[in-house]
């Protein structure tokens, strides 16, 4: 069955499926309403309308339409139909040309603006590798011409996400051709349908006819891809749900973190496994009291890997972990470490895998492990919501943090603020001096003339927890000068922080300097920079309404200067 969330009813609507013994398609519209918690059956009010369908697609277009596309009962055929959500009726959508793809089934789709894309699928012979759209105003098909490295795929997923470009793409993942199941990830362009791979975790699975949503965090400035289920083999059926932070938005802390340490940057130590080398941060270590003092070389590399990255704020598939019985020895090297904060929150994700149909056998696994912790909270088996995840956990360590600094950085007064290199270089100054040639790239001491104490202070606060802590700015022009200062030092995060706090503060009396100030950013990269900069724009032309007619009409200039 396909369904699609209805915001103006507050309900999801399906229609169609199949029986899981395969043997009979269905051909009603279902109903789930959100606030009742109940389902329904829509009546239908016409005899025109879409029969049995299984292996289609279904989009909401405009709030209150829903498009229907494809179908496969004892044949597979193009059908398209459209349902209006207002008065239950449905409308079949009839192309004005002759260019529509040939009849397909478990395709992906997306609809963005008033065009739906379409792409791969089958035909219950062929696997396609082609890409259409319809224009949803005119009514026509056109054929995209893909690249040479498009794969053939059918039974994926395809959503729609804009990235830090400022660009639109559609984002295909899963699947399968003939042959094989993917665990790929696929980024399609759709200004020239350039197609590329994308990098993620080869942990995951590999899987077909599963579902994806796009989900932006607004907190950390991040793009999830949410993954629903799916099946990785021909009766492994999955339940489970994979949390992907696609790279959006690459200077949030998080990834920054990831990065250092994937690619080694000024670490300084090395500690020592089984048969591999770590190379990380001691600040970072310093999370745990003891890790550098004990004795590591007889810890299984994996496990430590993984103890690794959480101290570095990523999240592991736990899944996979707690398949493998991997878990217990994780949780009793974190226990050893004194990572008391982070053996909770891992005992609490793999909490979420016991069931009724497995507890004792778990019990029994934490009892041969010796992993007291575990044996414990299976006694009492209680779910927390409210535990830290390990990058908030390392944020509050590097809000602490006081040692291993490696530079220092001298203000236009005279001060002095003790930093780390690796951190610094969420900023595009220091990454850039760093990397260079010039002698004071591997000087400890750094000047810092442009830049005053107090707002060195900030943009610090800022690059090393992602927050402004308590700041409160004396004034607008305060806001001002911290801008200057992010972004002469190329801090992305202290930027769209000033635009965040100029939002806030905008008002009759200080909207024309806000507005001067705004009209000089140029275009950003970034798309969370975009949409504040949007959200700033919006909240001006709110206030503006509260001027009178000479000023309304000098703010409404610059307004229209900036777009």
């Not at 055929?77 to 449905?90: A, P, R, V, Y």
């Not at 409160?472 to 806001?479: A, G, H, K, Q, R």
């Not at 024309?512 to 949409?531: A, D, K, M, P, R």
Request: aromatic share 12%; with cysteine; glycine share 4%.
């Amino acid at each position: 069955m396909a369904g699609v969330y209805c915001p103006t009813r507050n309900s999801v609507i399906l229609h169609g499926g199949i029986t899981e013994a395969m043997n009979f398609v269905f051909e009603d519209t279902l109903e789930y309403s959100i606030d009742d918690r109940k389902w329904k059956s829509i009546p239908y009010t016409q005899e025109d309308r879409p029969t049995r369908h299984y292996c289609h697609s279904m989009h909401l277009y405009k709030n209150t339409k829903i498009i229907l596309f494809g179908q496969k009962t004892r044949y597979t055929k193009n059908d398209f139909w459209m349902f209006d959500t207002t008065n239950n009726t449905w409308e079949e959508i009839i192309p004005t040309t002759q260019l529509e793809p040939m009849p397909r089934n478990n395709q992906c789709s997306a609809v963005i603006n008033d065009r739906l894309y379409i792409y791969g699928g089958w035909n219950n012979t062929t696997v396609f590798d082609d890409l259409h759209y319809y224009d949803l105003v005119n009514n026509t098909w056109t054929k995209v011409e893909t690249p040479t490295n498009a794969i053939p795929l059918f039974a994926f997923t395809m959503d729609h996400v804009r990235l830090d470009d400022n660009r639109d793409y559609l984002l295909l993942y899963g699947g399968r051709d003939d042959t094989r199941r993917y665990n790929t990830l696929h980024k399609v362009s759709l200004d020239d349908y350039k197609w590329d791979t994308v990098d993620i975790d080869k942990e995951y699975p590999v899987r077909g006819g599963h579902k994806s949503v796009i989900v932006y965090d607004q907190v950390t400035n991040e793009n999830h891809m949410i993954i629903f289920c799916g099946k990785i083999a021909d009766e492994d059926y999955r339940s489970d749900v994979i949390d992907f932070k696609f790279d959006g938005y690459e200077s949030t802390l998080g990834a920054h973190l990831k990065r250092i340490y994937n690619e080694s940057i000024e670490t300084n130590l090395t500690i020592h496994t089984k048969s591999k080398l770590f190379q990380v941060h001691s600040y970072i270590a310093s999370q745990s009291k003891c890790l550098t003092s004990m004795d590591m070389r007889h810890v299984d590399d994996t496990i430590m890997d993984y103890v690794v990255r959480l101290l570095y704020g990523q999240e592991l598939y736990y899944l996979k972990i707690f398949k493998e019985k991997k878990h217990y020895e994780l949780i009793n090297l974190l226990v050893k470490l004194d990572l008391v904060a982070l053996v909770e929150y891992t005992v609490q994700q793999f909490l979420k895998f016991v069931r009724a149909s497995n507890l004792s056998q778990v019990t029994q696994d934490a009892i041969d492990a010796d992993c007291t912790v575990m044996q414990n909270e299976l006694m009492s088996f209680e779910l927390k919501n409210d535990v830290p995840n390990p990058l908030t956990l390392v944020q509050r360590h590097l809000d602490k943090i006081q040692q291993d600094y490696d530079i220092t950085l001298v203000t236009s007064d005279d001060q002095s603020v003790q930093a780390h290199r690796a951190l610094l270089c969420r900023c595009a100054y220091f990454e850039t001096l760093f990397n260079s040639q010039f002698s004071e790239s591997r000087e400890e001491s750094l000047q810092l003339p442009q830049v005053p104490i107090h707002l060195l202070q900030v943009v610090m606060k800022i690059i090393y927890t992602n927050d402004m802590g308590d700041y409160v700015p004396s004034t607008e022009y305060e806001i001002v000068n911290l801008y200057d200062v992010a972004d002469f030092l190329g801090c992305a995060e202290a930027k769209l922080c000033c635009l965040q706090l100029w939002t806030a503060r905008v008002t009759t009396k200080n909207i024309g300097l806000l507005l001067g100030v705004y009209s000089s950013i140029g275009e950003h990269e970034n798309s969370v920079f975009t949409q504040a900069k949007q959200m700033f724009k919006d909240k001006c032309l709110q206030v503006a309404q509260d001027l009178d007619k000479k000023d309304l009409l000098v703010c409404l200039a610059v307004l229209m200067n900036s777009i």
